[in-house]
């Protein structure tokens, strides 16, 4: 799966739910979901849970024959799908498996990343990877662990990662359960050099959670002057907006940005008891961009009658789902132009 985009994880991750009527989060959002999950992981015994906390839940097979995990019970435990061998002589002795098989996969990914620098501590978990890792959406998953060597020594494909050159700064850097992952502030820049879709969905949902401020992502596109992608980096990062609630309605914003579509007049906003996810006051015309599990507690009469509630208002509905926007964008641009008054 690494490198395929992952629509079915984002037709169904709803990014955070809102209290009616304010913009404040009714419960937890996906990263710190995303961290609950790993801190309420135990180990096989509670003297190997502390050295998993403290190396990115990821153990060499040395480690585990000191705590008496013998190479025919880790053999076991590995061909049953219990454990995980997140790299040559690294196991991670938790269950990672999810019911959704994006997640596991995102797990996955993570304990890798881990691994990589684990083996090579002058090395920092960065890009597609440490936005992964603090929980954050991006795109899709990047086939290797992406890491960064502030020496550039080895660059490129490197076994089973990918290893990148560039300078870190003492405050690039912090930590998770261990590792060093490069913080959010310069992920989100190194995002936005390489692949605006990975920042767009990362930078809104990191300011929604509160992961980052734009002081934050400011200062890290001050040091970052003069590197390859900068200013790719500075525009899409400039279109954050901490109001979108799921990573494929910050996408659609990029994709009508980039095709010359005006911004909407505001997003989330409250009509009555119903709420929408974009709204161009000009065009007296909604936009919902719809995910798998948006409408799921809904019957196609009810959404029915939403629509029709809306149109009190004198506004046209329209819906675009994430086949309109990725998959067959210069057909739906040739219906939806006009609806702007746009050329096609």
Known sequence: MGGLPEPDWYLDHVLVKATPGTSRLAEPGPAELWQAWWESRTGPTPDLTEVLRRQGFVATSRQLERFAISARRRRTRLSRGEWFRAATGCIVPLDLRDADRFETARRQHTVRAAAVVLLRSDHAVSGR?????????????????????????????????????????????????????????????????????????????????????????????????????????????????????????????????????????????????????????????????????????????EEKRRERRLRRYGYRVERLTWDELVVNWPATRRWLRPLFGLPV
Do not use: C
């Open 129 to 301: 990877s440490a936005a992964v890792v603090r929980g954050l959406p991006v795109f899709a998953l990047p086939a290797h662990p992406e890491v960064t060597d502030d020496l550039q020594n080895g660059l490129g494909r490197r076994g089973h990662s990918h290893v990148y050159g560039a300078g870190i700064e003492l405050d690039d850097v912090g930590e998770w359960f261990g590792i060093p992952v490069l913080s959010v502030a310069r992920t989100l820049v190194d995002l936005g050099r390489h692949d605006r879709r990975d920042a767009i969905m990362a930078v809104d949902a990191a300011l929604r959670e509160r992961l980052v401020t734009r002081d934050d992502i400011d200062r890290s596109l001050e040091q970052a002057v003069g590197w390859p992608g900068v200013k790719q980096a500075r525009e899409v990062l400039a279109l954050a907006d901490p109001r979108a609630e799921s990573p494929l309605e910050s996408l659609a914003r990029l994709v009508l940005h980039d095709d010359g579509f005006p911004p909407p007049d505001d997003l989330q906003r409250w009509f009555g008891h119903d709420r929408v996810d974009m709204v161009f006051d000009r065009q007296r015309l909604i936009l919902e961009i719809d995910g798998l599990g948006k409408y799921r507690n809904t019957t196609p009469a």
